[in-house]
C-alpha cells in the first residue's frame, strides 16, 4: 500500500476535547477555569535565578543522554532523603528527561513489545492508554471505584495479570482523582511485582503535593523493589516549574542504562539551563513547596466544603493529594453534559471525567490549582446555576 | 512471557561508539577533538538576552503542543523568507519540537507503521535507522558514493520502492558527508515523491552551513510538494542553540496536526523561555549567523587542504556544507583502526565512518566545529602520526 498520509497509530489516536477546553477558556475571559492540570504559581526565584546565572554562564551546549552529572547527583541526594530510595549507581540509574510526560514514553517503549500488555489505571492520567497504543502493544484496564476513594484492589489487578502482562502503571497521588495509595497497597503491589516477575512504572509527579494526615510513599523504597520499580519524578507540578520541561526517573540499571540509549533518538537531554536550575529546585526550595502546598490545602478544603454544598456533585471521600477533586455527578447527567451545563451556565471549566477512561463516566475532575478568590467564586456560581 | 527486563526494541538498540568517543576526549584534555557535531560557539547575545527576559516575566509555565503562537508566527515568517516555503495555516501546519531529533521521531511514527518501509541514506545521521526500528517498522538504505560527492542517484532509489515504501528521509546539508543536494537531484526526487505517492522527510538541520557557490534549496519549496514533504528544521546547528533543545517541522496540515495532538504523549511542548528566545533567533540574528559562517568556512578550507597533505586521507569531492568532512582511508585501515590510530598516536578524535552506516565503511567523519588553532594543530599532529 503507498503512502497513506499517516500511519495508523497516529490516524487512531483518542479524540481528546483538551485542546478544545483550553481554548474555550482562553477566548472567554469570564470563564473561571478549574480544568488545567497547570500550578498558577511562577517558578521559584531561586531557580529563575539559577536559570538567568546558567545562561550567562553559557550553558547553551548540548548535555549527555542521562542528564548533567551535577543533575544526576542532586537528584539522588534528593531520593535518598524525601523518598528513601537508594541509588548505587547514580550515573547508570538515573535519567533527567524533557517533562515526565518523556520518561512515561521512554519507560512503556522500554518495557512492552508490540503486542505484550502494560496494566493502567482507570481513571487514570491521560496519556497512559495512548502512548501504549501508539507502539501497538496492548493497555489493559484495571478499574478504580469511587466508594473507596479509588483506591487500587490488588486482588483485581492480580486477576488480569497475564502472561503477556509486562507491568503496570502506578500513580500516586492520582491524577485525575487525587487519591494518595495506602501505604498497604503499595506493599501488596511489590509483593505482586516480585510474585508476577514484572515491573511497576510509578508515576510520582504529585509527590509533595499530600495534605493533612497523608503521606506519599515511594513504591522504590520498599524491600526487595529494586529491580520491579521504575520511579517517575517530574518538575512541573510541586516545583512549579512546567515550562521548563524536565523530569526525571530512577530505576534499575539496565533498564535505565538502555533509556539514556534511546534518548539519543528522542530528545537526546532536556534542556541544558533548566538542567542548572533544577539543581536548585532540588537543594534550595523546600520553603517554597511548603508555601504553594500549604496554600493549595487552604483551596482543596474550602473547595471540597463547596463541592458539598452544590446539588448534583458529591465527593464520596475526600481525596487528600495533588491539585484535583473527582467528584461525583448525580443529577443524571453525563460528565460531558455536567462539563457543557457548568461552562455555558456558571462559566466555570471543569474537565469532563470520561476524559480519563471508562471509569471517569459520571464524574467532573475540578483542579485547584486556581486562586482563592476565584474558587469561591466559582463556587457560588456552580451553587447556583448547576442544572 | 513473563517480564524480561527490557523490550526488545530497546534491547536491539545499535551498540553506538559514540558516548565512549565523547568520553575519551573529555578525559584527555590533549586530545583535540574533531569528533562532535557541535558548534563551538555560544548562542547568540541577542538570544541569552531573550531568554533571560522571558524568565523575567515568568513565561515559565506550559505551552500549547504546536509551540507558542508567536514562535509560530516567526517560523512561517522565516519560512516564506529564507526557505521560499509557504504556509497557508501557521497553526496547523507548523509544530515546534524540544530539538529536531524529536521532530524525527515524530514524523516517523507519525508516518510508518509495524512492517512499513522508509528509506534512509547509508552514510547517513544515526538516528534514522535505530528510530525506524525502534517502532518495528523497516529501514531501508539507499547507498550513497564517494566517487561524486554522495550525492543521492533517484534511479537507485526508485528501484528500492515497494508497495510498504511511506517515504524517503532527504538530509541536506548533510550529516555526516558534508553534501549539499543539487537542485537537479531535489527536483527528481519531487518527481518521485508524486509518482509514488510517499512523503520526503527532508531534514534540514544545516540549512544556513552551505558555502562558496553552495545553495541550500528547501523541497518543501518546489511546485506541488504541498503534501508530499515534511520539512525539518533545528536551532541547534547555526543558531549554535543546542542546549535549547528546540526545532520545529513544517509540512500537510493533517500530518502536523497529528504531531501536535501526538506531542502530549511525548514532551508536550519545547521549552516554553527556548521558545521565546527562538523568536529573536529567527528574526535578529541573520549577522551572527553570517559570522558563524564565515568562520566555519575558513576552517573548512583549511581542514581541506590539509587533510590533502596527510597521507593515508583523501577527499575525492570537496562538501560544500554543514561542518563535517568525510574523508576516505587510502591505508587499508578499516574506519575503527583509523579513527583509534589517530586518537592513540595523533591525539586527535574522529568519528569512525562505519557508525553512519555499512557505506560508510572506509571513511572518518571529522567535524571543523573546532577553534581554528586546534584545526590547525590537528592536522600537524595527523600529518605525523596517521600510521
Known amino acids: 500500500m ?7 497509530r497516529i490516524r487512531e489516536l483518542p479524540k481528546s476535547n483538551f485542546p478544545a477546553i483550553i481554548k474555550m477558556a482562553e477566548e472567554d475571559k469570564s470563564i473561571i477555569s478549574l480544568g488545567i492540570g497547570e500550578p498558577d504559581f511562577p517558578a521559584p526565584k531561586k531557580v529563575k535565578a539559577a536559570l538567568k546565572n546558567a545562561v550567562d554562564k553559557n550553558f547553551t551546549h548540548y548535555s549527555p543522554t542521562g542528564g548533567r552529572h551535577e543533575l ?79 483506591q487500587i484492589h490488588v486482588e483485581e489487578i492480580k486477576k488480569l ?28 503491589l511489590a509483593d505482586l511485582a516480585i510474585q508476577k516477575n514484572i515491573i511497576i512504572i510509578s508515576d510520582e509527579a504529585y509527590e509533595h503535593l499530600v495534605y493533612d ?75 517554597d513547596i511548603e508555601k504553594m502546598r500549604n496554600e493549595y490545602n487552604k483551596r482543596r478544603k474550602i473547595l471540597i466544603k463547596g463541592i458539598q454544598e452544590i446539588d448534583g456533585l458529591e465527593i464520596e471521600v475526600a481525596p487528600e493529594g495533588a491539585f484535583y477533586l473527582f467528584p461525583k455527578i448525580t443529577n443524571g447527567m453525563s460528565s460531558e453534559q455536567a462539563s457543557k ?19 471517569g463516566e459520571g464524574f467532573l475532575r475540578m483542579s485547584y490549582a486556581t486562586a482563592l478568590p476565584k474558587i469561591k467564586e466559582a463556587i457560588e456560581r456552580m451553587k447556583k446555576n448547576f442544572h
Open 2 to 8: 503507498a503512502f497513506s498520509g499517516l500511519s495508523k
Open 341 to 359: 451545563a457548568l461552562i455555558q451556565k456558571a462559566k466555570v471549566l471543569t474537565a469532563p471525567g470520561n476524559e480519563f477512561g471508562t471509569q
Open 72 to 150: 544526576q547527583e542532586a537528584i539522588a541526594k534528593k531520593l535518598k532523603k524525601e523518598n528513601k530510595i537508594r541509588v548505587e549507581d547514580i550515573h547508570s540509574q538515573i535519567i533527567a528527561t524533557s517533562g515526565s510526560s518523556e520518561a512515561i514514553m521512554m519507560a512503556i517503549m522500554g518495557i512492552v513489545d508490540v503486542g505484550e500488555e502494560l496494566l493502567v489505571p482507570n481513571p487514570g492520567f491521560l496519556t497512559y492508554r495512548p502512548t501504549v497504543e501508539l507502539i501497538d502493544a496492548v493497555p489493559v484496564s484495571y478499574n478504580l471505584h469511587s466508594e473507596d476513594g479509588f
Open 161 to 188: 495479570c497475564t502472561p503477556k502482562t509486562q507491568g503496570i502503571i502506578v500513580n500516586t497521588p492520582s491524577n485525575p482523582t487525587g487519591t494518595v495509595l495506602k501505604k498497604k497497597v503499595l506493599e501488596e
Open 213 to 287: 494526615n497523608a503521606k506519599h510513599l515511594s513504591m522504590g523504597s520498599l524491600n526487595g523493589m529494586e529491580e520491579h520499580v521504575l520511579s517517575l519524578f517530574s518538575f512541573s507540578k510541586s516545583y512549579a516549574m512546567p515550562g521548563f520541561r524536565l523530569g526525571y526517573a530512577v530505576g534499575p540499571e539496565r533498564l535505565v542504562k538502555a533509556m539514556q540509549q534511546f534518548h539519543l533518538y528522542t530528545t537526546l537531554s532536556p534542556n541544558t539551563m533548566s538542567q542548572i536550575a533544577g539543581i536548585t529546585a532540588l537543594s534550595k526550595c523546600g520553603k
